[in-house]
C-alpha cells in the first residue's frame, strides 16, 4: 500500500491551520502585554531612584554642620545624581532642588533654596524668602528647621504604553524627602566655596 493510498488523518490539517490563526490572533495582545510589563518595571524602579536620591540627599545634607553654596554644587547635586544613576534629575530632563526650612515666627519659611536642572520644575513648597507649604499641612515646632530635598524626572515610556502612562499623569516624576539637621539650623547658606578647600 503506497503512502498516497492511506486514510489521511482526520482534521489533521485543520487543526494546524487553527492553531496558526489563534497564534496570529493572540501574539499581538502577548507582546504588548510583555512590553507593557517591562515598560512597568522601568518606571518602578526609576521611581525607586528618584526615592532614594531624594532621601540619601537630604541625610547628607542635613549632616553638615554650616553650608557653602560650593557644598551643594560641587559635592551634594553630584551625588545625587550618582545615586539616581541613569534617571535624569538634573539638566533639561529634570531637577533637584534643596530648601532649608525655618520656623522662627510659628509660620515655616523657605531661608534659602538651590537647585540644578530645568527651570520647568517648580519646588512644590515654595520659593525663597516665602512660606513653606509642607505636606499634610505640617507645622514644624518654633524654632525647629528642616532640609527639603525634592527630585523631578521626565519618564519617557516606550511606545506601546505611553498612551497608557499619559493617560494616568506621568508625564513627570516626583519625589521629596524632608530631614531635621543634626547638629545646627542650616538656615544660612554661606556664598562662595568653603574655605580652605
Given at each position: 500500500?503506497?503512502?498516497?493510498?492511506?486514510?489521511?488523518?482526520?482534521?489533521?490539517?485543520?487543526?494546524?491551520?487553527v492553531a496558526a490563526l489563534e497564534f496570529a490572533l493572540?501574539?499581538?495582545?502577548?507582546?504588548?502585554?510583555?512590553?507593557?510589563?517591562?515598560?512597568?518595571?522601568?518606571?518602578?524602579?526609576?521611581?525607586?531612584?528618584?526615592?532614594?536620591?531624594a532621601a540619601e540627599t537630604a541625610d547628607i545634607t542635613?549632616?553638615?554642620?554650616?553650608?557653602?553654596?560650593?557644598?551643594?554644587?560641587?559635592?551634594?547635586?553630584?551625588?545625587?545624581?550618582?545615586?539616581?544613576?541613569?534617571?535624569?534629575?538634573?539638566?533639561?530632563?529634570?531637577?533637584?532642588?534643596?530648601?532649608?526650612?525655618?520656623?522662627?515666627?510659628?509660620?515655616?519659611?523657605?531661608?534659602?533654596?538651590?537647585?540644578?536642572?530645568?527651570?520647568?520644575?517648580?519646588?512644590?513648597?515654595?520659593?525663597?524668602?516665602?512660606?513653606?507649604?509642607?505636606?499634610?499641612?505640617?507645622?514644624?515646632?518654633?524654632?525647629?528647621?528642616?532640609?527639603?530635598?525634592?527630585?523631578?524626572?521626565?519618564?519617557?515610556?516606550?511606545?506601546?504604553?505611553?498612551?497608557?502612562?499619559?493617560?494616568?499623569?506621568?508625564?513627570?516624576?516626583?519625589?521629596?524627602?524632608?530631614?531635621?539637621?543634626?547638629?545646627?539650623?542650616?538656615?544660612?547658606?554661606?556664598?562662595?566655596?568653603?574655605?580652605?578647600?
Amino acid at each position: 500500500m503506497s503512502r498516497s493510498d492511506r486514510a489521511p488523518r482526520d482534521g489533521w490539517g485543520e487543526r494546524r491551520g487553527v492553531a496558526a490563526l489563534e497564534f496570529a490572533l493572540i501574539a499581538p495582545f502577548v507582546l504588548i502585554l510583555l512590553v507593557g510589563t517591562a515598560d512597568a518595571v522601568l518606571w518602578l524602579q526609576t521611581w525607586i531612584r528618584l526615592e532614594s536620591a531624594a532621601a540619601e540627599t537630604a541625610d547628607i545634607t542635613s549632616q553638615y554642620t554650616s553650608l557653602y553654596q560650593s557644598d551643594i554644587t560641587g559635592t551634594i547635586f553630584p551625588i545625587a545624581q550618582d545615586i539616581a544613576e541613569n534617571t535624569q534629575i538634573s539638566g533639561s530632563g529634570g531637577a533637584t532642588i534643596i530648601s532649608s526650612i525655618v520656623n522662627s515666627t510659628g509660620q515655616p519659611t523657605i531661608t534659602w533654596q538651590q537647585r540644578t536642572g530645568s527651570a520647568a520644575y517648580a519646588s512644590a513648597f515654595g520659593t525663597a524668602g516665602g512660606n513653606a507649604t509642607l505636606p499634610a499641612n505640617y507645622v514644624p515646632t518654633t524654632g525647629e528647621s528642616l532640609i527639603a530635598v525634592e527630585v523631578f524626572t521626565a519618564p519617557h515610556p516606550w511606545v506601546f504604553s505611553a498612551g497608557l502612562l499619559g493617560a494616568i499623569g506621568m508625564s513627570t516624576m516626583y519625589e521629596y524627602a524632608l530631614f531635621t539637621p543634626r547638629t545646627s539650623q542650616l538656615s544660612t547658606l554661606q556664598s562662595g566655596n568653603r574655605p580652605g578647600s
